[in-house]
C-alpha cells in the first residue's frame, strides 16, 4: 500500500518560516500530481499548493509570493518552503499524491498524508 508521511510543522513566531516535507512509499507506478492542501479550526480543506507531473505549480491566492512548492521525482518527495508566516497560516498540513499502483486495477487514486500542525503565533 501505499503511504504519504509529513514532516516539518511546529511552532514559529510570525514572519517566520518553515519547511514541510513528505515522502511517498509503497507500491508506486506514477505519481501524476503532488499537493499540500491545509484546513483550520471551523473551516474546510483547502489547497495550498500543488505540483503536476510536466513541472506546472498552482497556488492559492493567500499564499502566492510567499509559499514555493517543489518536487523531487527520483524520492517521490515532495516540499513546501513557507516564508512569511501569519497567523492566519495556522491550520493541519496534510499532504496529497494522485498515484498509480502497478497492478493498473484502478486509476489513479489519491492518497493522504495524517496532517503535520503548524501553528504561527507570537
Known amino acids: 500500500q501505499v503511504q504519504l508521511v509529513e514532516s516539518g510543522g511546529g511552532l514559529v513566531q510570525p514572519g517566520g518560516s518553515l519547511r514541510l516535507s513528505c515522502a511517498a512509499s509503497g507500491s508506486i507506478f506514477s505519481i501524476s500530481a503532488m499537493g499540500w492542501y491545509r484546513q483550520a479550526p471551523g473551516k474546510q480543506r483547502e489547497l495550498v499548493a500543488a505540483i503536476i507531473s510536466g513541472g506546472s505549480t498552482n497556488y492559492a491566492d493567500s499564499v502566492k509570493g510567499r509559499f514555493t512548492i517543489s518536487r523531487d521525482n527520483a524520492k517521490n518527495t515532495v516540499h513546501l518552503q513557507m516564508n512569511s508566516l501569519k497567523p492566519e497560516d495556522t491550520a493541519v498540513y496534510y499532504c496529497?499524491?494522485?498515484?498509480?499502483?502497478?497492478?493498473?486495477?484502478?486509476?489513479?487514486?489519491?492518497?493522504w498524508g495524517k496532517g503535520t500542525l503548524v501553528t504561527v503565533s507570537s
Open positions: 496529497n499524491g494522485r498515484i498509480s499502483i502497478p497492478t493498473m486495477s484502478r486509476g489513479p487514486m489519491d492518497y
